[in-house]
């Protein structure tokens, strides 16, 4: 039972370079969503896809697309990274946007030089 | 916007010391209480949460947490800590249908 799995866990982008940050889960969820985690700055939502076909912006979503695959992947993109997208990121998952808890991944630490 | 407040930024414990860790949040109608806990190196887990029914919500390893409404608070505690529960704690609130939202957590070391 995989859960949540993010790929990769690490990379080093050069500031201007592209990649794509992925995410799947076996859970058969409805809802995902791409957090942030800055020091001292908890999670910051980046965007979230309540359903298959629905994306919508959260707190921090400049710098940033996402696409919702199917129902069970989400993958983030960067098109053109910047030193200050130096984080790590964690893609999550629930049943239900309503009230259940979060599943996560195991996140992606990136750093932009 | 919601908002969510941890008071405490860095708490250091000894071993077997008493833990409450504070949580507020800004958001006035129905919510759903989480804690989460970050281990080092480890991605999020739910410590708890509370949805409705009984404010005092009891989670694994000891954790519990009482939501006061009147206070919009969702205060962590353990009576007697131990040095596995070095760790972030991170407080968050879904207000109907939305997204969670996190405080920006706290960070516990346990020291024996």
């Known amino acids: 039972n995989a859960g949540v799995t993010q790929t990769p866990k690490f990379q080093v982008l050069k500031t201007g370079q592209s990649m794509t940050l992925q995410c799947a889960q076996d859970?058969?969820?409805?809802?995902m969503y791409w957090y942030r985690q800055d020091p001292g700055m908890g999670l910051r939502l980046i965007y979230y896809?309540?359903?298959?076909?629905?994306?919508d912006k959260g707190e921090v979503p400049n710098g940033y697309n996402v696409s919702r695959l199917n129902k069970r992947e989400f993958s983030l993109r960067l098109e053109s990274a910047a030193p200050s997208q130096t984080s790590v990121y964690f893609c999550?998952?629930?049943?239900?946007?309503?009230?259940?808890?979060?599943?996560f991944g195991s996140g992606t630490q990136l750093s932009v030089l | 916007a919601q908002s969510v407040s941890q008071h405490n930024h860095h708490v250091i414990l000894s071993e077997a010391a008493s833990l409450e860790l504070g949580c507020n949040y800004s958001?006035?109608?129905?919510?759903?209480l989480f804690w989460y806990v970050q281990y080092p190196g480890q991605h999020l887990q739910l410590l708890l949460k509370?949805?409705?029914?009984?404010?005092l919500v009891k989670g694994i390893k000891g954790f519990e947490a009482e939501f006061i409404k009147s206070k919009f608070s969702f205060n962590l505690r353990k009576p007697s800590v131990q040095w596995s529960d070095t760790a972030e704690y991170f407080c968050?609130?879904?207000?109907?249908?939305?997204?969670?939202?996190f405080g920006k957590g706290t960070r516990l070391s346990v020291i024996a």
């Open positions: 958001y006035g109608g129905t919510v759903n």
């Open positions: 859970m058969n969820h409805n809802s």
């Open positions: 968050a609130v879904s207000p109907g249908n939305t997204p969670l939202v």
């Open positions: 999550a998952s629930r049943r239900d946007p309503r009230n259940e808890k979060l599943f």
């Open positions: 509370y949805f409705s029914g009984d404010p």
């Open positions: 896809s309540a359903s298959e076909g629905t994306t």
